[in-house]
């Protein structure tokens, strides 16, 4: 996270961050350093033979329960880069 933006959630309220994969220990540091733990992380894959490109993260304030870990998001259908997952399709409101 490298410098110090200031984002910090209100009492309460979760802070949310979208990383890259390979930066994944960085972020969790990061947030510990600013009094945060994580409560909820998911992968995101482009595909399901694909690895996680991304990781979705939740934090929280004096968190004191464990850590949730999400099954995998993938964005796309396992044999069509160009179509969207029925999960990702159920996001924007498409008919799945």
């Known amino acids: ?50 690895p996680a490109s991304r990781v979705l993260l939740e934090a929280v304030r004096d968190g004191g329960a464990p850590l949730v870990t999400e099954p995998p998001l993938f964005v796309h259908e396992a044999a069509d880069l160009g179509r969207f997952s029925p999960e990702v399709r159920r996001m924007l409101g498409e008919d799945v």
Do not use: K, N, T, Y
């Open 1 to 50: 996270m490298g410098r110090d933006r200031g984002a910090r959630p209100a009492a309460g309220r979760p802070l949310a961050a979208i990383f890259p994969s390979a930066r994944a220990a960085e972020l969790r540091r990061a947030v510990a350093a600013h009094g945060l733990a994580p409560a909820r992380l998911r992968a995101v894959h482009a595909q399901a033979d694909r």
